[in-house]
């Protein structure tokens, strides 16, 4: 493993809780020593100034006191340290710090030393610039062609550059079409300053097109300063990388020609000084930072590039040479002259671990110790091999792999649902009509058997049904210890919900790091959403549900909605929703049977559902276990096609107001343009009523808007009842059919196969493309059916007639025997039980089970066939099928 690490030759931690970024770092002799040893300045946004000169006594020591030249504090933010010959009348090295809003520049000097406390350090201010805008980088040289002393150029957040002419200011430039700042740099070959701009790509300024350009004292040029200063500001050359870039630099060594380096965020470019590309190279990994240096090889240079995985990769141009492995991620990194030791590789990381390191191996001085021979005795190992095998075996069987209970599992989600509604609503911003909106209060307990770190809690439940709060943030829990949240659904939306159910979701982190995930599902009261009311004896929809099982009084099963004074309840029961609509539950004296009636169809599902779970459950205690629930009627196809079409209906319409919204924005847009024009005109011209066709423009948007935003809540109200409906019909269908749970499964995938109804994929094509498919798979009449391609693309259709058919069809085929299944061998199996398709279902079934007149959904026995084929209740289709 030593071989591709960095070796560490010196190293130390800055300060505590310190930050530092790219340009916090940089290595010169700081002090001019003239020992040509570099010494290393690290500035923090903290404010502190360090200068270090490491002399480990071996490779690997850590810091020494004498090791630290100089720390002071500068009160203000250190953005980046430059080293260069930045005071006239001197050729000595000074040091930049660039704060925020200030320039300054210091000449470090060393006192000699005495006594053994060694030399003292210390700065001097030279000279300081105020600035009028937020710095943001700096780069610096002899700009212009100057000898013997370094300019500086300051980038500000708005885009100027700042040119300093050491202890004086010279002038100001805007970049044009400036929006972010990017890494900023100077090529003295070509006397141009080269940085990259928020549109990704690479940009040369000369500094003599700098100097002549027009004056950025304001940002807005006036009409003044376009005939008095001087031209405007154009671009040397521009090149498209793509990407936007994290640092660039410009080398110029004496075996290579001059280059511009860009580091990117995945690929890292070499360029030439007009801006073409020498060489580029693509990375596999996140670059943090990079250095090029001089190659030993004549027309190469070697890159240093640090990732965000903790490695410093050594390219030869586009050669990988070496990786090594830095116990930190780099931010900086620079080459230095260290201790006569050439080539020392400085890293800095953004808490402040700063490394001097080298590459390289070091021999391993570990010896393996010298096994004594004896004898081996293999019947022994033989029997541990099978002891171990067995051990092996049983540890990767899926049951032991799976937790088998509830015992077995890490964390244990479990969610209570009070028996009584609050006393006190705790319902938020309800839209419900009703003088009191009910609430209920959910305690989710989390058990924890592991050390269960960062927990997240969310509880879901399908609007309108709305919690008082869905999201909640827990502290680590330690081995057998638990949580308790406490929180109130209620009923926001003003319809009716689809569903009682919610769902709690706990996500956490083991101490290996793993993320987990436990669940569990709670069923809300029915009192939630309605309450008790007088019967009706007249309604628009009514359901007959059969049982094998005598009826049971409602004072047994519905005691939370029958009053216990009241005998005229047993047989009969009303229920009101919040939302106004009324529903009907009565039972029959002389038979097995329980009528479910109300004027809208979707207002039957939740009462339905909610009589079959109380039977079931009611039977369960009586230890009854062949109770079984039937449906002999008609399914109320005609009535759940019309809730379709007013769904569709109001898609179209939103598409409909989506294209309008569009037309009048371009609209207002150019009436805009127009007035903008008429106001910028010097001679003033008559507005020809612009401003009045803008305002009622502007009234239409927001009239479009508001209607828009009206229709969109109708076609959620709309695709709830629709929802609520589905899951009737689904549950008819599987009591019609006695549908095993795997066939209701994938009937509800077909027909519910939507979390979320868009514009982009609606409910409507995503059921037709459903229900195709298992018209020609386990439902198909042929194999010609099998063999046809169904469509890839779903797009909103034109209208509804090509589903409701679909829809018609299952049910016919439903029907006459076919089964559902997503087995690939099941059509083909079914396809040769017979000719025409799937296996009829013998008469005398047919002829035993009562049909009750209906539009759509009455489907025909053998006899009825030949009578039928006119009427509109069968589909051609299904009429076609009975042919011999």
Same mark, same amino acid.
């Given at each position: 493993m030593s071989l591709f690490k960095a070796r560490d030759w010196w190293s130390t931690i800055l300060g505590e809780k310190e930050e530092f970024d790219q340009g916090c770092l940089c290595v010169g002799d700081v002090d001019n020593s003239g020992s040509g040893q570099d010494k290393i300045i690290v500035g923090s946004y903290m404010? $502190?100034?360090?200068?270090?000169?490491? @002399?480990?006594?071996?490779?690997?020591?850590? %810091? /020494? !006191?004498?090791d630290l030249l100089l720390e002071v504090q500068l009160r203000e933010p250190i953005l980046q340290v430059e080293v260069g010959k930045f005071v006239s009348g001197t050729e000595g090295l000074h040091l930049a710090v660039l704060h925020c809003r200030k320039l300054c520049v210091y000449t470090v000097s060393g006192t000699l030393g005495t006594v053994e406390h060694g030399n003292q350090y210390q700065i001097k201010l030279m000279y300081e610039h105020h600035l009028q805008r937020t710095a943001c980088n700096m780069t610096y040289g002899p700009f212009g062609g100057v000898k013997g002393r370094d300019l500086i150029c300051i980038q500000s957040m708005d885009g100027m550059l700042m040119l300093f002419e050491q202890e004086s200011y010279a002038f100001g430039r805007f970049l044009p079409g400036f929006l972010l700042p990017g890494p900023l740099t100077y090529s003295s070959r070509t006397d141009s300053f080269i940085t990259v701009s928020s549109c990704q790509q690479v940009e040369s300024y000369k500094y003599q097109v700098l100097a002549f350009a027009t004056d950025a004292d304001e940002r807005q040029e006036t009409e003044q300063q376009k005939l008095s200063s001087g031209k405007r500001l154009a671009v040397d050359w521009v090149l498209n990388i793509g990407e936007q870039?994290?640092?660039?630099?410009?080398?110029? *060594? &004496?075996?290579?020609?001059?280059?511009v380096f860009v580091l990117g965020e995945r690929n890292f470019f070499c360029l030439k000084d007009n801006g073409q590309i020498r060489f580029m190279k693509k990375l596999d990994y996140s670059p943090s930072c990079f250095i090029p240096y001089c190659s030993v090889k004549e027309g190469t240079i070697n890159?240093? %590039?640090?990732?965000?995985?903790?490695?410093?990769?050594? $390219?030869?141009?586009?050669?990988?040479?070496?990786?090594a492995q830095l116990p930190h991620i780099p931010v900086s990194v620079r080459v230095a002259n260290l201790q006569g030791l050439k080539g020392v590789i400085v890293t800095l990381s953004d808490d402040g671990h700063l490394q001097c390191s080298y590459l390289g191996t070091d021999p391993s001085v570990f010896q393996a110790p010298r096994v004594d021979s004896r004898e081996i005795n293999y019947e022994e190992f033989d029997a541990e091999m099978k002891k171990l095998q067995k051990s092996i075996k049983e540890a990767t069987k899926i049951q032991d792999i799976l937790p088998k209970s509830e015992k077995h599992r890490k964390l244990i989600v479990t969610a209570e649902v009070l028996p009584d509604l609050d006393a006190e609503s705790q319902a938020i911003d309800s839209e419900v009509k009703a003088e009191a909106v009910p609430s209920v209060t959910v305690k989710v307990t989390i058990e924890s058997r592991v050390t269960a770190q960062k927990p997240n809690l969310v509880v879901c439940v399908q609007a309108p049904l709305a919690v008082t709060c869905d999201q909640f943030f827990l502290d680590d829990l330690e081995p057998d210890a638990s949580e308790t949240v406490v929180l109130s659904v209620f009923l926001k939306g003003n319809c009716a919900p689809s569903e009682l159910e919610g769902n709690c979701v706990?996500? $956490?982190?083991?101490?290996?790091?793993?993320?987990?995930?436990? /669940?569990? &599902?709670?069923? =809300?009261?029915?009192?939630?959403?309605?309450?008790?009311?007088?019967?009706?004896?007249?309604?628009? @929809?009514?359901?007959?549900?059969?049982?094998?099982?005598? !009826?049971?009084?409602?004072?047994?099963? +519905?005691?939370?909605?029958?009053?216990?004074?009241?005998?005229? /309840?047993?047989?009969?029961?009303?229920f009101q929703f919040l939302t106004g609509s009324k529903t009907t539950l009565l039972a029959s004296k002389t038979s097995q049977r329980y009528r479910i009636q109300s004027d809208q169809l979707e207002d039957l599902w939740l009462i339905t559902k909610e009589l079959i779970l109380r039977l079931e459950e009611h039977f369960k205690k009586q230890n009854c276990k062949d109770f079984a629930c039937t449906f002999s009627g008609s399914i109320p196809l005609q009535? $759940? +096609?019309? =809730?379709?079409?007013? @769904?569709?209906?109001?898609? =179209?319409?939103?598409?409909?107001?989506?294209e309008l919204l569009s037309e009048r924005a371009v609209q207002f847009r150019a009436i805009e343009r127009r007035l903008l024009t008429r106001f910028k005109d010097k001679t003033p011209a008559p507005l020809q009523h612009l401003d009045t066709l803008l305002e009622g423009t502007f009234r239409e948007v927001i009239a479009l808007a508001d209607a828009a935003e009206e229709n969109q809540a109708n076609m959620f109200r709309a695709l709830t009842k629709l929802k609520s409906a589905t899951h009737l019909v689904i549950t008819l269908i599987s009591l019609w059919q006695k549908l095993s749970a795997d066939q209701v499964a994938i009937l509800e995938a077909t027909f519910l196969p939507l979390a979320e109804d868009t514009q982009e994929l609606g409910w409507e094509e995503a059921v037709d493309a459903a229900i195709s498919y298992l018209l020609r798979t386990c439902l198909s009449k042929s194999s010609k059916e099998q063999a046809l391609n169904l469509s890839s693309e779903l797009c909103m259709p034109k209208d509804t007639s090509r589903l409701k058919k679909n829809i018609t069809v299952f049910c016919d085929r439903l029907a006459k025997g076919g089964r559902l299944s997503l087995s690939t061998d099941s059509a083909t199996q079914q396809a040769a039980v017979m000719p025409g398709g799937c296996t009829t279902i013998p008469e005398s079934?047919?002829?035993?089970?009562?049909?009750?007149?209906?539009?759509?959904?009455? *489907?025909?026995? @053998?006899?009825? %066939?030949?009578?039928?084929?006119?009427k509109p209740g069968l589909s051609e289709d299904a009429a076609e099928e009975e042919k011999p």
């Open positions: 404010g $502190y100034l360090r200068i270090f000169n490491p @002399h480990p006594v071996k490779p690997g020591d850590g %810091v /020494q !006191p004498e870039a994290l640092d660039i630099c410009v080398v110029s *060594f &004496n075996q290579a020609v001059s280059s890159t240093l %590039v640090g990732n965000h995985n903790k490695i410093l990769n050594v $390219y030869q141009d586009v050669t990988l040479k070496w990786a706990v996500s $956490y982190n083991t101490p290996t790091g793993v993320l987990s995930v436990a /669940q569990c &599902n709670f069923r =809300l009261p029915l009192r939630l959403v309605c309450f008790p009311a007088q019967p009706s004896k007249a309604a628009n @929809h009514k359901l007959t549900i059969d049982t094998n099982k005598p !009826p049971i009084s409602f004072l047994t099963i +519905f005691p939370d909605f029958v009053d216990p004074s009241g005998d005229d /309840q047993a047989n009969a029961l009303g009535e $759940y +096609f019309e =809730l379709i079409d007013q @769904h569709f209906e109001l898609r =179209l319409n939103a598409e409909k107001f989506q079934d047919l002829e035993e089970r009562p049909v009750i007149p209906g539009y759509t959904a009455k *489907f025909p026995t @053998h006899r009825q %066939v030949a009578k039928q084929k006119s």
